[in-house]
């Protein structure tokens, strides 16, 4: 089956604009993840869905980051007026945890955002 | 706070010898562990979990509670191995990962 897909791929924004990174989980994937990867370090984590409740926020960066599940499936993660600090790989993540165990997470390609 | 050290950013082995790459982590609680690899254009994957005691592609990783690592050894490096490999520390069963700033692994024939 299809696994978690991210559009766009690349994206390049002047700085101020505004953009919107989406993401495709697993179909019946209850938990979504997102995460920010810059450049030579591990990914770090932005925030987390289980089906469109967002239980956690603590690591959105600034209030200018904001994300949305709506329907608990495709989520999307969007910056307001962009700064040069925003670039990086914005990677989204979905697994289907079962009570009591530790669910593997599945990573999409990610979206390559470069702000000039 | 948690923590995940991964103090070798690039680890360079011939083709047939160990390799071993280093993690350490700082959690007051007892976290699940992984290994999770990222190979030349593509997505990052699970390569194993500390959970399931598996071997995975040759690799395997111990749990030392004592000096709070996770090391990832494999006894003869293959060119496949080469990649970018992340451990990462998962607080509750449900929830974000913490990941280290991942090593790069280079096997030369």
Not at chain 1, 57 to 67: E, H, N, Q, T, V
Not at chain 2, 29 to 53: A, D, M, T
Not at chain 2, 57 to 86: C, I, R, V, W
Request: aromatic content about 12%.
């Amino acid at each position: 089956g299809a696994g978690v897909s991210q559009s766009p791929r690349y994206k390049v924004a002047k700085r101020g604009q505004d953009v919107a990174l989406r993401c495709d989980p697993i179909s019946g994937h209850v938990s979504l993840f997102w995460y920010q990867q810059a450049l030579g370090q591990g990914p770090e984590f932005l925030t987390y869905f289980q089906n469109e409740a967002q239980l956690d926020k603590s690591g959105l960066p600034s209030d200018r980051f904001f994300a949305e599940r709506p329907e608990g499936s495709v989520s999307t993660l969007k910056i307001q007026r962009t700064q040069q600090e925003d670039s990086a790989v914005y990677l989204c993540a979905s697994s289907s945890p079962k009570s009591g165990s530790w669910d593997e997470q599945f990573f999409g390609p990610g979206t390559r955002l470069t702000v000039l | 706070a948690q923590r995940v050290t991964q103090p070798e950013k690039l680890l360079s082995v011939f083709k047939g010898a160990p390799v071993e790459l280093k993690c350490n982590y700082s959690y007051s609680g007892s976290p699940e562990l992984f290994w999770y690899v990222q190979y030349s254009r593509q997505r990052l994957q699970l390569l194993l979990r500390h959970i399931s005691r598996e071997s995975i592609k040759g690799f395997t990783a111990d749990l030392n509670k004592g000096e709070t690592s996770f090391h990832l050894k494999k006894p003869f490096a293959q060119e496949e191995d080469s990649a970018m490999y992340y451990c990462a520390l998962q607080p509750d069963s449900w929830g974000k990962l913490q990941f280290g700033a991942g090593t790069q692994v280079v096997v030369t024939p």
